[in-house]
């Protein structure tokens, strides 16, 4: 399981509590968009049914969440807004290799990566609600997140030997360590 490098820094959650309401919003768009990657592994690699599984019932549990976020949106008193560029996962995305082999471990490690940091995320701020509802919703969400970072990872090591599975992976948490402390504090996942 991957070890996040840069912690996420305290004035994070502060930032997200100030403004909960657009941080609902933006955790739609990233369940949303986490739905989406997952159909389009699933349809990219058609031919490793294991990849197609996986990805099949990992769409629809992001698409579970998706939905789940807009109800708490709309129980606020809120409206799903349009979706925002998500620098943290471009930037990622910017160094995902091209060749077939290379490209297919490094969507595997970059979704590893970006679950990991959504569990750490996530986990904080179900450690800062107080008792009820919301923190439950999160803390499930924490354990979700979890569960797909270790999907990703188990994909990996099952197609590709360990050895380059984690020196793939040590460099993806260099990068994303770079990547986080870049990032402005904002309510928003990244």
């Not at 904080?124 to 354990?143: M, N, Q, R, V, W």
Request: contains cysteine; proline residues 3%.
């Amino acid at each position: 399981m991957p070890t996040l490098r840069c912690r996420t820094p305290d004035a994070w959650i502060q930032a997200v509590l100030a403004d909960f309401d657009a941080f609902l919003n933006d955790h739609a768009a990233a369940e949303k968009k986490a739905s989406g990657m997952a159909l389009s592994m699933a349809l990219h690699y058609c031919d490793r049914p294991d990849i197609v599984a996986a990805m099949a019932d990992l769409a629809v549990e992001e698409l579970d969440h998706f939905r789940a976020v807009v109800r708490l949106l709309h129980g606020r008193g809120q409206n799903l807004a349009r979706d925002r560029k998500d620098t943290y996962v471009n930037a990622l995305r910017g160094a995902v290799r091209t060749g077939r082999d290379q490209y297919f471990l490094d969507r595997l490690l970059l979704g590893a990566v970006v679950e990991a940091r959504g569990s750490e995320r996530f986990g904080l701020i179900a450690a800062a609600l107080p008792a009820g509802e919301l923190k439950d919703f999160y803390a499930a969400i924490t354990a979700s997140e979890m569960r797909h970072e270790q999907l990703f990872e188990r994909l990996a090591r099952a197609h590709f030997p360990a050895s380059e599975v984690d020196d793939r992976l040590s460099q993806w948490l260099d990068l994303e360590a770079d990547i986080v402390a870049a990032l402005p504090v904002q309510a928003a996942l990244h």
